[in-house]
């Protein structure tokens, strides 16, 4: 299993969260992701996504990304990201969960079960869903809950390998993931930066971006378990 965060995307050119985590036309990020803002400034809520859609839509996987469907061919790869984009899906990996919901998706703010692909980049204010609802970015919002938890804790909880790519694993309760991985999986880290792991357990430090990162990660796996 691999957790990704936004630095898996970051060699695609889309800003990590704490790259943006600064002023957003006068917003901080966490005030523009919240369902207080959607009540508060919708038009706000919308531009923001759809500026994020727009970049989303001239990015392309990078070599980590490639380098994680490459794996399929030894291993039984289940993704899963923090990631709102499409990266790991476009790159060819064929199990991916998202726990904070599709930036290319739009749900009705009426009813959470009605989930729809967005053509192109832009979500306007007056478009609904068949029952005649807002439709709103089909993301999870700071403070909303993440139904994806449950069943991502059923596969951490299954894994023979557990690999974090790209995640400052501050953003809870997808950092606690790794607290699931069975007493005898291996544990992997990738990240540029010193990240602590939340885990009194030893943990594979690879400390490279994600493009190196899952290459020299790949030689190891291969010479681990024979393949
Ligand atoms: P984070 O911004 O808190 O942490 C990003 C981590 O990536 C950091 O530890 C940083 O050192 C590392 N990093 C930076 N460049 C890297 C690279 N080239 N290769 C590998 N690692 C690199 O992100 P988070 O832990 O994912 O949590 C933030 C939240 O923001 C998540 O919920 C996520 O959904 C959301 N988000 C998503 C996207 C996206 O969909 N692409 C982008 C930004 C934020």
């Known amino acids: 299993m691999v957790l990704t965060g936004a630095g898996m995307s970051a060699e695609s050119g889309l800003r990590t969260f704490r790259e943006m985590g600064g002023l ?8 523009v992701a919240t369902p207080e803002a ?13 500026e994020r859609r727009k970049q989303l839509l001239e990015s392309e996987p990078n070599k980590g990304h490639r380098g994680l469907a490459g794996l399929e061919k030894y291993f039984d ?9 499409d990266l790991h899906e476009r790159a060819g990996n064929s199990k ?13 703010s009426a009813d959470p079960n009605l989930v729809y692909e967005i053509e192109g980049w832009e979500l306007k204010m007056g478009d609904s869903c068949e029952k005649g609802s807002q439709l709103r970015p089909h993301v999870v919002w700071f403070g909303e809950p993440v139904p994806a938890m449950v069943e991502a804790a059923q596969i951490a909880s299954e894994a023979d390998i557990f690999v974090v790519v790209g995640s400052s694993l501050n953003v809870y309760p997808a950092a606690g993931l790794i607290g699931y991985a069975p007493q005898n999986a291996s544990l ?10 939340p885990v009194n357990r030893h943990v594979e430090i690879i400390q490279e971006k994600a493009g190196k990162g899952v290459e020299l990660l790949t030689r190891r796996l291969l010479d681990k378990y024979g393949k």
Do not use: C
């Not at 790869?77 to 984009?85: L, P």
């Not at 991916?96 to 009705?108: D, F, T």
């Open 38 to 50: 959607w009540e508060r400034d919708p038009e706000l809520v919308q531009r923001f996504y759809n």
């Open 188 to 197: 992997w880290l990738i990240d540029p930066e010193n990240v602590m792991a």
């Open 96 to 108: 991916v969960l998202h726990l904070h919901g599709e930036l290319r998706k739009a749900r009705s």
């Open 24 to 31: 957003w036309e006068e917003y901080d990020v966490t005030e």
């Open 77 to 85: 790869v289940q993704i899963i990201t923090q990631n709102v984009d």
